[in-house]
């Protein structure tokens, strides 16, 4: 039972380099979805994908980009890093796609980036 | 849009106490999850509760959508309850999760 499996767990960039998080799902889920977290804050979205072929921006989206490769895949990646981009990130699944009553979703155990 | 605070942002008990944490909303939601973060920042799925009341062990929710709140219940806690507790609404049929601030725990023995 893996569930959300994100990798690296740890990474540390220089300003200005490129990175993709990877995100994978065991669970057949079709909804997934990004969020960063910062010091002492909640989690904020970044991007989801509510269905295998479709990728929306959720709170956060500038500087960041996605791709959702298939049904158990979602990349985030980060074109030109800034030390504003330093953050733990999760990944996050969930069961149904669309309408009300959307079910719970589950989390990764997140990637902690740095970026000097 | 929508506003999620949760109540307190810090909360020291000694072990065996009781405690409710709160989280308030400002807009309809269909969807509200409890996580709880641990030292080591992993997020447990608590409750997946938009409405009503559910209860695992010595954890129980409650949460009145027509009111707009959601509480946790700790009861007897440990020091394993130590951590951050969030909660974390969506919006309508939508995908967009809005997280609230936490609440810190500390767990004294």
């Known amino acids: 039972n893996a569930g959300v499996t994100q990798t690296p767990k740890f990474q540390v960039l220089k300003t200005g380099q490129s990175m993709t998080l990877q995100c994978a799902q065991d669970?057949?889920?079709?909804?997934m979805y990004w969020y960063r977290q910062d010091p002492g804050m909640g989690l904020r979205l970044i991007y989801y994908s509510a269905s295998e072929g479709t990728t929306d921006k959720g709170e956060v989206p500038n500087g960041y980009n996605v791709s959702r490769l298939n049904k158990r895949e979602f990349s985030l990646r980060l074109e030109s890093a800034a030390p504003s981009q330093t953050s733990v990130y999760f990944c996050?699944?969930?069961?149904?796609?669309?309408?009300?009553?959307?079910?719970?979703?589950?989390f990764g155990d997140g990637t902690r980036l740095s970026i000097l | 849009g929508i506003q999620v605070e949760q109540s307190p942002p810090d909360l020291i008990l000694q072990e065996g106490a009781n405690s409710t944490l709160r989280c308030n909303f400002s807009?309809?939601?269909?969807?509200l999850q409890w996580f709880h973060q641990n030292p080591w920042g992993q997020l447990i799925n608590l409750f997946y509760?938009?409405?009503g009341t559910k209860q695992n062990g010595r954890l129980s929710a409650t949460t009145v959508a027509t009111e707009r709140y959601s509480l946790l219940y700790i009861s007897s806690s440990q020091t394993t309850d130590s951590g951050v507790y969030f909660c974390a609404v969506r919006l309508g049929g939508g995908f967009k999760t809005i997280f609230g601030a936490g609440t810190r725990l500390f767990v004294k023995a």
């Open positions: 807009d309809s939601v269909n969807n």
């Open positions: 509760i938009p409405s």
């Open positions: 996050a699944s969930s069961e149904k796609a669309t309408g009300v009553g959307n079910q719970p979703q589950h």
């Open positions: 669970m057949n889920h079709n909804s």
